[in-house]
């Protein structure tokens, strides 16, 4: 079965640092492109960061350039979000995305707050 495990979230101070990582099984992880999105109550569900089958590029939302950085380690099959400088508007639920040409896969979420 096809599985994208979601970890690393909870509640973190204004300013602070977090780690998510997203465990896959049961599919080809590196023929895959993996992105982190995440969703805020009542907004829109939107992406956050991807990186490439081999990490040799990625993309950022701008609202989280300079601050979050995307990296997968093939060998283990995981993928990465390392937040730094968090804000509250960093509070949402965090999901893992598993894409190629044919098949596209959802992680269940991470719910990250950002509060005092």
């Known amino acids: 079965q096809v599985q994208l495990v979601e970890s690393g979230g909870g509640l973190v101070q204004p300013g602070g640092s977090l780690r998510l990582s997203c465990a896959a099984s049961g599919f080809t992880f590196s023929s895959y492109a993996m992105s982190w999105y995440r969703q805020a109550p009542g907004k829109e569900r939107e992406l956050v960061a991807l990186i490439t089958t081999a990490g040799g590029s990625t993309n950022y939302a701008d609202s989280v350039k300079g601050r979050f950085t995307i990296s997968r380690e093939n060998a283990k099959n995981t993928v990465y979000l390392q937040m730094n400088s968090l804000k509250p508007e960093d509070t949402a639920v965090y999901y893992c995305?598993?894409?190629?040409?044919?098949?596209?896969?959802w992680g269940q979420g991470t719910q990250v707050t950002v509060s005092s």
């Open positions: 995305y598993a894409e190629s040409r044919k098949r596209i896969y």
